[in-house]
């Protein structure tokens, strides 16, 4: 039975690149059913990419081969690797990060690094520039079509060994939770934080009541109001701020019909720190 092949990169769509991949992919099997994450991840922006699979993954059925292209490393002596999930997908990835949220989310069941000597389109050798094409859509592809087994990928290493970036943990300090700015819910701005919902419940906040957020760009304070907390946005008028807990059961910081990271230049990643607090 054919698999679904499922590919992401920061490619964009502006030149023959992902359309490269595509036709690699269908010249190994023409009836391949081939799919986008998206190709609009941040050029090099490794965390990205391992947050969009944790998105993105669990809800694609057991079988499924990702293609996760995001490889500032390409051409040097980092792996090139084929993760199995918990669940039963596949990701077809370079062993430079990408893996860290479902490693930590979902759980690795292998990883198996890819013999490229077998699993390498034939004569591409001199270029060391689009492994994406000449490795990981070629060995998903085959994976998928079901012409090789996963056993067949190549040895398998030891899952401790992969690497994974770092990430923050929400944690409860006095009367606020702590956390950082992971990622926006990209075409509306909202900001996506790690902060959990379970460690958010721990305030004893209801729908309608207001917290204090700050935000902090390393140790400076960028931002700082109350905002309600809400089921959706509709919850308060357009325009206004609001908290919620996303798809993830991350909390969410958003604006009514808005872009709350273009109307406060706020931006993502470890340095971005995001503190709640109920008002009293």
Known sequence: MKKFLVFQSDFGLVDGAVSAMYGVALGVDANLK????THNIPPYNIFEASY???????????????????????????KSVVALTKTGQYIVTPDNGTLTHICKHVGLEAVREIEERKHRRENTEASYTFHGRDVYAYTGAKLASGLISYEEVGPQLDMHDTVILPTTESELEGDHVIGTIDVLDVRFGSLWTSIDHKMFSTLGISFG???????????????????????????VMVGGAIVYTNSLFRMGIAIN??????????????????AMRKVT
């Open 34 to 37: 081939t799919f986008d994450l």
């Open 52 to 78: 969009r699979l944790v998105q993105t993954v669990e809800y694609w059925p057991e079988g499924t081969v990702f293609v996760s292209v995001v490889d500032p490393g390409v051409g040097t002596n980092r």
């Open 257 to 274: 019909q808005g872009s709350f990271a273009k109307a406060y230049n706020i931006g993502t990643g470890q340095q971005w720190k995001v």
């Open 209 to 235: 009541e207001k917290l204090e957020v700050s935000i902090f760009n390393n140790a400076m304070l960028v931002y700082q109001n109350t905002i309600t907390y809400g089921r959706s946005f509709a919850d």
